[in-house]
């Protein structure tokens, strides 16, 4: 499984930039060069070398075309390789931030463990996601996509409390619809045991049990409902829209308790 390094999506390993925020994927855009470059030399096998003059003219013209579009290609593909190392540079740092990043780790993803395995996920959430961890690479943690569940969830019981006290505005309620329907696709994914284990799926059983039931009697979605929602909501590559979500609380709304 592969993720973008700006923004933790998962991405096909030779797929040429993320396709939720666009940053380049340098081993995809290399090869997505590499195969051009194979495509152009294919081409140039088929010339046949005995063609008449006028022909011959055509050819060189062909590949006068070919050399300056190989010329081109190889500047963007120079430019991409100078712009993904800068960005690396840039996310990663030096060298020596690297290995300080790698000592970062060791520490706390070991004291990350330690709250998972003594199954405190309140306080684990708390602080996988305080201030101090910011900046640093926590995709890596073993458990990331389990605890970046239990956190929404955490997000959907505290925004349900905010209702309950001042009422639903435009921003709440389309966040709590995002977040909410966000849950239940990733907890009910088909491949979900490509991301979750076994025992993370379990322990979320009571989360996405609360969800569900946010999701039936607050928002009032029934299961039907909630189908059709979710192929409106749902982009081509299965992740939800921010905006969809926004219109679908809008026209929903007057049923929201």
Known sequence: MYRCVNCGAEIERFSPKCPACGYINEEGAEKQYMDELEDVRKKLDRVDEEAEEGYYKNYIKAVRVILITIAVMTVVSIGIYILARYERDRIYGSDDNVLEEMAWQREHFAYFDSLYEAGEYDKLAEEFYAEDTEGHDLYEWEHYDFISLY???????????????????????????????????????????????????????????????????????????????????????????????????????????
């Open 151 to 257: 956190y929404e969830y955490i997000s959907i019981k505290n925004m349900f409390r905010e209702v309950d006290g001042y009422g639903y505005t435009r921003f709440r309620t389309q966040s709590i619809v995002y977040d909410c329907l966000r849950f239940y696709v990733e907890y009910n994914r088909e491949d979900s045991s490509d991301v979750l284990s076994g025992e993370e799926h379990d322990a979320l059983i009571s989360a996405a049990d609360y969800v569900m039931e946010m999701i039936h009697d607050r928002l009032g979605f029934s299961d039907e409902e909630l189908d059709v929602i979710l192929k409106d909501a749902l982009n081509e590559y299965g992740n939800l829209s921010y905006d969809k979500c926004g219109e679908i609380s809008e026209r929903y709304i007057d049923q929201f308790r």
